[in-house]
């Protein structure tokens, strides 16, 4: 009991006091600077507006008014669904362009020119094919996902250690044996990585993509407090979007610590 | 062609290498002639291209001219016939010791016997090389001397026509390579199996071998001369430390590796 408490009292310390400490000296600068600036809300107020919106965060009242709730749930299921079919094309493009050279030449002009172009650049064209503003989104996020995919994937398989290669060779296993035994549990953690990247840029990506596009959806929603004046609102929705994109952030960190050797 | 007298059989085989400096000849002219159930081991300076020999007998390597067999078959490409020990173990690290050695054990023997067969012959491996206890364990969750025998097992596991070990032990401690050579000479006793063993430790060399492949110094490295260990099995390390032909033996190598062929500094 009595080593119990001195760990917890080294964690307040170590751990606790500073993060603490800083959290408070950014409340108190953000005050600071409301002060001077009138037009900006300070903690207290954003504080009040945040218990009041979430004390019924699934209301609907109408198609442009409705909870919070259901705003975040929006974004994240259209996240959900492009990099859901992200990883479907991503993640076995990654292991054939990994394991064949060929391949690799072929598509990697294509990819290193792609890969800067902000993901918003093809919101345009989601538009004009898919015609509509949700699929169009979820296009954008598909976008964002699909290079790092492919690319960490492609990265795992081509740092395949030789040495596990030759096990492979001297037990002449099959293509198929090779893959579940050998390629797939060593890429794993390089397409965890992937998948961590994609999540991160997709949670990015939305936010944007939503404000373009309407609709329902916690950029849409930022948008529309904005043309409501509702400043409130918009730093409660950064608050929210930070806070949900760490929480990805740890549950795929913690994915792939449980898999990496 | 005799078999049981030339189990594995090098015939002038020459190896190069195309660089960026142009054509690399690490080998040249070797010829070898390895009985069944004998004990071989290539000793020889770092560079002499030793495992590039071995690794031409287990076939990851195809030779530039010449041929080589093994059990009177050519030998064309690496195959569960020929078990190979590396240096650095190469276990996979997601599968425990059973799922590694398992992994072989039905790559030889799954198309001809049951589940129940395989997993018995797994477990026989790891009874082999005393590591039983480890059954379930994870490659990075035992010691260094736990995984090369691990790798010892599995290669024994397919029941191969030679078993081909790369310095198994070059990365030990000097007590537990001790101890893992005492384990091979019985283990190699019991299964009766040809070895061919790559080393730089001269008392390893001795300790083990029916016969020392002697290699002269690359580029272009031949095989310099052949030594028989005529000292009776089995073999007791702290009996030999006082046997007279033993030491005869032993500096003979000695005298190979550092005054016929001693090494330039590099």
């Known amino acids: 009991m009595a080593i119990k408490l001195t760990m917890s009292g080294k964690f307040m310390t170590a751990t606790l006091l500073p993060q603490v400490l800083g959290i408070a000296l950014f409340i108190g600068l953000w005050g600071l600077i409301a002060l001077t600036s009138p037009n900006l809300p300070g903690p207290i107020k954003t504080w009040d507006s945040a218990v009041e919106l979430f004390s019924n965060p699934f209301y609907e009242n109408g198609p442009n008014d409705q909870g919070i709730g259901w705003n975040i749930l929006s974004s994240l299921q259209r996240v959900g669904i492009g990099f859901g079919l992200a990883a479907l094309i991503g993640i076995p493009l990654g292991f054939m362009v990994g394991r064949f050279d060929f391949l690799d030449k072929m598509t990697s002009p294509i990819v290193s020119m792609l890969r800067p172009v902000s993901p918003l650049a093809w919101l345009p064209i989601g538009l004009l094919v898919f015609k509509a503003a949700n699929p169009a989104a979820i296009w954008v996020i598909f976008i964002s996902c699909i290079w790092p995919m492919i690319i960490n994937t492609a990265m795992g398989v081509r740092q395949l250690p030789q040495d596990y290669l030759n096990v492979a060779r001297v037990l002449k296993l099959s293509e198929w044996k090779i893959f579940t035994k050998i390629l797939f549990p060593a890429t794993l953690p390089f397409v965890l990585t992937g998948i961590r990247l994609s999540i991160g840029t997709a949670w990015l990506v939305i936010v944007a993509a939503e404000m373009l596009t309407g609709g329902i959806g916690i950029g849409f929603w930022v948008w529309d407090e904005w043309n409501n004046l509702n400043v409130e609102h918009i730093i409660i929705a950064i608050f929210v979007v930070g806070m949900i994109g760490l929480l990805l952030e740890k549950i795929l960190v913690w994915l792939a610590k449980r898999f990496s050797y | ?266």
Not at chain 2, 114 to 132: F, G, I, W
Not at chain 2, 240 to 251: D, F, G, I
């Open chain 2, 1 to 266: 062609m005799n078999t049981l007298q030339k189990y594995v059989l090098a015939e002038n085989v020459r190896m190069s290498f195309d660089t960026k400096q142009g054509k690399f000849v690490a080998l040249e002219n070797i010829n070898l002639r390895i009985s069944k159930g004998e004990f071989i081991t290539l000793i020889g300076h770092s560079g002499c291209g030793k495992s590039t020999l071995l690794n031409l007998f287990a076939g990851l390597l195809a030779p530039s001219s010449g041929f080589m067999f093994c059990a009177g078959r050519e030998i064309a490409g690496p195959g569960p016939d020929r078990g190979v020990v590396f240096q650095n173990h190469s276990l996979l690290p997601w599968l425990t010791c059973f799922g590694n050695i398992h992994l072989a054990v039905e790559r030889v023997f799954g198309a001809t016997e049951s589940p129940l067969q395989l997993k018995q012959r797994t477990l026989e491996a790891l009874a082999l090389v005393h590591l039983s206890h480890a059954t379930d364990k994870y490659p990075h969750e035992i010691s260094g001397g736990m995984k090369q025998r691990v790798g010892i097992a599995r290669a024994l596991s397919m029941q191969p026509n030679v078993l081909l070990m790369d310095e198994p032990f070059g990365a030990l401690d000097a007590l537990t390579r001790a101890h893992l050579q005492d384990e091979l000479m019985k283990i190699v006793a019991a299964t009766q199996s040809t070895v061919v063993m790559v080393t730089h430790d001269v008392d390893e060399a001795v300790l083990l071998s029916d016969r020392i492949v002697m290699m002269t110094n690359g580029p272009a490295a031949t095989i310099g001369s052949t030594l028989d260990v005529d000292l009776p099995q089995p073999r007791d390390r702290m009996a030999l430390a006082s046997n007279t032909h033993y030491h005869l033996l032993r500096s003979e190598v000695l005298k190979f590796l550092y005054q016929k062929h001693a090494k330039t500094a590099a």
